[in-house]
């Protein structure tokens, strides 16, 4: 079966111009994340989806990001216009909600942005 | 504040000698436990997870964890470290009753297994 596919694996980009990620769950998951990681802070959660409906988007840094999941195949996670202090490695993950609050996140390989 | 705490930045051991690698945990009461493994490149994948009952806890690879209360840890262990397990290990917790976004990790572990 298929992972967390993600897009693009590395991207590299000049300050100001946008930058679009994608991520396609894993079939049959109804929750999605988007996790930024830097040596600095670590694994920072950015927002999660339930049902393709936001719930918590406290994470996200600032208005520059936006985040969307039109349907349970497919997300997105665009920055603009971005920085290089947006450099960092975000990830996608996804999981089934199950009865208990918590369960087994599966990640992508993750999009290496560079801001330069 | 809730946090995560792994003490240890990077640890070096010789391949086939045994591993322990700590997670403290700050939390009003005692959350879900996870640890995690990154590859060079490559997504997080769980290795094991504490909810309750039985507090040592196995995983997969041979990595086992123990759950003690009294001293809010949740430390990673394997009695013979392979080559293979050269990686980053990340120590998660996510609190009862809490949902999925919960998931609050430390800042990982780099494991290096010296021949």
């Known amino acids: 079966d298929a992972g967390v596919i993600q897009s693009p694996r590395h991207e590299v980009t000049e300050m100001g111009q946008e930058v679009t990620l994608r991520c396609k769950p894993i079939?049959?998951?109804?929750?999605l994340f988007w996790y930024r990681q830097t040596m600095m802070r670590g694994l920072e959660l950015l927002i999660y989806?339930?049902?393709?409906?936001?719930?918590?988007d406290s994470g996200m840094p600032e208005d520059r990001f936006s985040a969307k999941m039109p349907n349970a195949s497919f997300s997105t996670l665009k920055i603009q216009p971005s920085e290089p202090r947006d450099s960092a490695v975000y990830f996608c993950?996804?999981?089934?909600?199950?009865?208990?609050?918590?369960?087994?996140?599966?990640f992508g390989e993750g999009s290496r942005l560079t801001v330069l | 504040a809730q946090s995560v705490t792994q003490p240890d930045i990077h640890i070096t051991v010789s391949e086939g000698a045994s591993l322990e690698l700590r997670c403290n945990y700050s939390?009003?009461?005692?959350?879900?436990l996870f640890w995690y493994v990154q590859s060079p490149g490559q997504g997080l994948q769980l290795l094991l997870k504490?909810?309750?009952?039985?507090?040592l806890v196995q995983g997969i690879k041979g990595f086992e964890a123990e759950f003690k209360r009294s001293q809010s840890s949740f430390n990673l262990r394997k009695p013979s470290v392979h080559w293979s397990d050269a990686a980053e290990y990340f120590c998660?917790?996510?609190?009862?009753?809490?949902?999925?976004?919960?998931?609050?990790f430390g800042k990982g572990t780099k494991l290096s297994v010296k021949p």
């Open positions: 939390y009003g009461a005692t959350p879900y």
């Open positions: 504490y909810f309750s009952g039985d507090t």
């Open positions: 989806f339930n049902n393709n409906v936001p719930i918590d």
């Open positions: 079939s049959g998951h109804n929750s």
């Open positions: 998660a917790v996510a609190p009862r009753g809490g949902s999925q976004g919960n998931l609050i």
């Open positions: 993950a996804s999981s089934f909600r199950q009865t208990a609050p918590t369960g087994e996140l599966f």
